[in-house]
């Protein structure tokens, strides 16, 4: 797998990351790293990220991990729990691991949290495989 | 409580419900109605409405239903089913309905259908009560 290719094609390819302004920044095997770009456009009405925002985040970041299997997947479902309120003026990384890689179901957490690891979110999502391999070669920047 | 003022409340001040392209249009104790009209912006990479998109219509629906109490409320957590793709541009409504209202904690049902009732989403959401009041008739003449 070329995860620098699968980066590439997730990170260009997904019209709603691009409008959310999420940035990936590695993939591996069970593993990705992405952040959130946030700006006033992000603000809910309590004045801080909103939490759709930060699900988003969580999500496509699980779908990155999940992807790097070789594989189309869809979101089946996803358990959120928040912990501190994201502030305009923090920094959002988030990074998710597989916990469990089955034959069609994948099992990934995601952590949301800032440069000093405080945690804003936790999440547990559930992915599917849809067995349609991800053919890369055929996708041109 | 004032709900047509704590809707136009909602739909001013929620910058990221404006990004995502949703409305609150109803809301009455306990229950309440936002409408999500999906463009290319909400598909994602396997050409199907991003799940972040959905779960932010149902956290609308959800968040304007604790309202409905005349406080300010944070979600806690939630929990999400996401169970038929939506393969085009169409409109799509989030309703939430409560499931139990206690003395912090407001435990929200919601879901995401469309006009033939077809549904895409359920979430259940739970959100801790602030007990902030709303001002939208002195916010909003400040704005």
Redesign the interface.
Known sequence: MDYNKLKD??GN?????K??GIEIDSIREGFAQTRLIHT???????GV?????L???A??TG?CAASSYGY?I?????????LK?VRMNDKVIAVGRTTKYGNRIINITVDLFNDDGVIFMQSDLLFYN?GIKLELNEYEL | MNYNQLINHRNARNSYSILSNIITTEIREGYAKCELNITENHFNVINVVAGGALFTLMDSAGGATANSYGARVTTLSSSVEFLNAIKEPKKVYGIGRTLKRGKNIIVVDTLVEDDQGKCYAQGTFTYFNLKAPFHPTEENNNE
């Open positions: 094609y997730l390819q997904d019209h709603f990351i409008e959310i006033d456009r992000h603000r809910n009405a309590n990220v909103n939490g759709g925002a699900y988003t985040l999500d496509f779908v189309r869809t979101t089946l479902n996803g358990t959120v729990n928040y309120p849809l």
